[in-house]
């Protein structure tokens, strides 16, 4: 012999309306982290085995320098010291 147990229905439930604002944002007028940070030559730094990206083709890399050139770079490395050199771990 087998029993069939029913659950009640379940009830339904409402969420509160989102509060939404009528203020505008305000646009960012200075970087974010707007810091010194340490200068190293480009000759000091290599693709550190902890940099999670892989092998770009060479067009991408000569599109990032011309890039770099015309612009800069907008966004810093982080590094890890190994000796004299630096291992370049993100950004850029």
Not at 62 to 75: C, H, M, P, Y
């Amino acid at each position: 012999m087998s029993a069939t147990l029913r659950s009640e229905p379940k009830k339904a439930t409402t969420k509160p309306a989102r509060k939404t604002t009528s203020k505008t944002p305000t646009p960012i007028t200075t970087p974010a982290n707007d810091t010194d940070g340490t200068r190293i030559p480009f000759s000091k730094l290599f693709r550190s085995p902890l940099n999670v990206r892989r092998t770009v083709p060479a067009i991408a890399i000569e599109e990032l320098a011309d890039n770099l050139k015309a612009v800069g770079l907008i966004q810093s490395l982080v590094v890890v010291p190994d000796g004299d050199r630096f291992g370049v771990v993100a950004g850029g």
